[in-house]
């Protein structure tokens, strides 16, 4: 159980490919490792062990290189759907099965991840403490005495006390930023719409979002990568490319309150942890930017002052009519308020926030992102329970605003305190910043040197970034330019270099297309219903990248392509009208190996 086995989502998967340790071996390892913790408040139901594994060993059959999670064990909130699991939001008189994954939970089983169980959580999503729930308390993976944080609780906890390397939770209002730094790990808040909210029980379905849990931000960036994109079945999904993960910006500029505008509750130790924080930051070559709290402040008491608390009432107003003894009594206080809510205060509420978000606008013309508390203190169980509604709304001071300004977050370790509670900033940056959020994350995670979750694991060293200098631009290209085929000669002619030679995500269908000279077109298809297709990674300088993109001839195009390993790249693409009289070549896996076929033939 100690650190010599891989932890990490980037360990386990390299180990599983090197054929170090078989998936159905890491499957057993974390069945173990949940009965030695013995804690039956952290997953609500648990899939059966030998199922588990038997799916781990058919994995042995697939192409460990095309799947970026291969034999990735993963908890799942019991908010979002899991097939083979019921979905309770932690109301048993709620509960129901669900006759499909969710769209985050089956573009992770495609990407070669395991799901192990459906974690515990604040009864419909409702809270920041963990405390909330029939399933009972899930012990802090850290301190036992502390709370474990909401409602994501059981994701984060099963991902601190290293159960599994990765988790899904979700963050309305902070689920996914306050338990993770209550268990010294990352939480990942992507930006609004990035992953489907398809199959997931909403809790204020404008501003839900599913959130990752895992050790490292590499790991969570990942994880992002392999859900994100868009989804008919969502109509709140948004198309949002994920950009590369680079070295942090060399003139990176940080927002941090104005003097006085800070929150601790009294809590010395968060403060000075707080000072720490920005004082490594400094020393990462960071500029810190004064900006105005205020606003944030004001648009966060909108959130439960405010409407959407109606929104969280829309979804148990049955439930609350026929039995409103099943529903947590801090929870049905909460959201009954939402019964008395017009739709007057509701447009003004809206007014309102549309000004708070042009004033946040504005904060954003300067700084490349903020760096705040992810929570003003850290309480205990007993604390929590004494005064519930209280304690629970100051955890939420620098999270209950994101949502409703659309911004992304990540939240990371920062420290440990003297009293062992541990200590966490978040990163907000505007919606679409995400892998900006995780380059400089990535460094000040590193830097900190702090193990990872509660098991004393130490951070691997970073894993090195693919070169890229500012001026170039990378193409996948997938049939008849590929190095040794008959049109490379144009990338070789505008000095192009080859990066790399990979594969796509099993997102994609291959069609030998009549053309002179013979070419493929590549079409994208739902997530995890086509196969992985090989590609090579051409670098043009930014002049030469125009040239060859406006040369390009119909049907072909130029679109965004997902990679095995959740990365996203510009590439060939065809389009779809053409395709009647094309011959499906998607079982040869790429264009090479067919004309190798062909040339036989």
């Not at 148990?316 to 009519?321: C, E, N, P, Q, R």
Request: proline residues 7%.
């Amino acid at each position: 159980m100690g650190a010599e086995q891989p932890e990490t989502i980037a360990a386990i998967v390299a180990a599983h490919r090197a054929g170090a340790i078989t998936p159905a071996q890491t499957v057993a390892r974390t069945y173990q490792r949940i009965r030695d913790h013995n804690d039956p408040a952290i997953f609500i139901s648990l899939r059966d062990e030998k199922d588990a594994i038997a799916e781990a060993e058919k994995l042995g059959a697939r192409d460990a290189t095309s799947l970026p999670l291969y034999g990735v064990p993963v908890a799942v909130k019991d908010n979002i759907d899991a097939l083979g699991f019921p979905t309770t939001a932690a109301c048993p008189a709620f509960s129901y099965t669900p006759t499909h994954d969710s769209t985050a939970v089956e573009r992770l089983r495609a990407a070669g991840a395991i799901i192990i169980g459906k974690t515990n959580l604040d009864q419909f999503a409702t809270g920041l403490v963990g405390v909330r729930s029939p399933y009972g308390i899930p012990k802090n993976s850290i301190r036992e005495d502390l709370i474990p944080g909401g409602s994501s609780s059981g994701s984060a906890v099963a991902v601190g006390a290293g159960l599994v390397p990765l988790s899904l939770g979700t963050d309305t209002a902070g689920s996914g930023r306050v338990p993770a730094m209550l268990n010294n790990i990352v939480g990942l808040k992507p930006s609004l719409g990035m992953i489907s909210t398809a199959g997931l029980v909403p809790a204020c379905r404008t501003l839900d979002c599913i959130s990752v849990f895992a050790l490292t931000v590499d790991d969570a960036a990942l994880a992002l990568a392999v859900m994100a994109g868009p989804d008919q079945a969502d109509p709140f999904s948004r198309d949002r490319p994920l950009g590369a993960i680079t070295p942090p910006p060399t003139n990176l500029r940080l927002g941090v309150p104005r003097n006085g505008q800070l929150i601790f509750f009294g809590d010395r130790k968060a403060e000075a942890a707080y000072g720490d924080a920005l004082k490594r930051w400094t020393a990462l070559g960071a500029e810190l930017v004064e900006f105005d709290l205020e606003p944030f402040y004001e648009t966060a008491r909108l959130l439960y002052e405010g409407p959407w608390v109606a929104e969280r009432y829309l979804v148990i107003k049955d439930l609350l009519a026929s039995a409103p003894d099943s529903i947590h009594p801090v929870t049905r206080e909460i959201t009954a308020a939402g019964v008395r809510l017009t739709a007057a205060e509701t447009f003004s509420a809206l007014y309102r926030l549309q000004g708070l978000r042009k004033i946040a606008e504005r904060t954003f013309a300067n700084i490349d992102a903020l760096v705040l508390p992810t929570a003003p203190t850290a309480y205990t169980t007993a604390q929590v329970l004494a005064n519930p509604i209280e304690l629970n709304s100051r955890l939420g001071t620098y999270t209950n605003f994101v949502n409703l300004l659309d911004l992304c977050g990540l939240a990371v370790p920062a420290s440990m305190r003297a009293d062992g509670i541990p200590f966490g900033i978040t990163l907000l940056a505007p919606a679409g910043r995400d892998a900006l959020l995780a380059s400089i994350g990535r460094a000040f995670h590193a830097d900190t040197k702090l193990t990872v979750g509660a098991k004393g694991v130490a951070q691997a060293p970073l894993a090195p970034l693919a070169a890229n200098g500012s001026d170039e631009i990378p193409i996948a290209v997938v049939g008849a330019h590929l190095s040794g085929m008959a049109l490379n000669g144009e990338l070789q002619a505008l000095n192009g270099q080859l990066i790399e030679a990979t594969k796509t995500a099993p997102d994609y269908k291959l069609y030998a297309l009549k053309t002179t000279p013979p070419k493929p077109g590549m079409l994208r298809v739902e997530a995890g219903t086509g196969a992985s297709i090989e590609l090579e990674i051409w670098s043009l300088s930014s002049s030469a990248f125009g040239k060859f993109v406006n040369a390009i001839p119909a049907p072909m195009a130029i679109g965004t392509i997902r990679l095995a390993d959740g990365r996203s790249v510009k590439g060939f693409l065809v389009e779809p009208e053409v395709l009647g009289e094309a011959r499906d070549i998607t079982a040869y896996g790429g264009w090479r190996k067919f004309m190798a076929e062909a040339a036989t033939a």
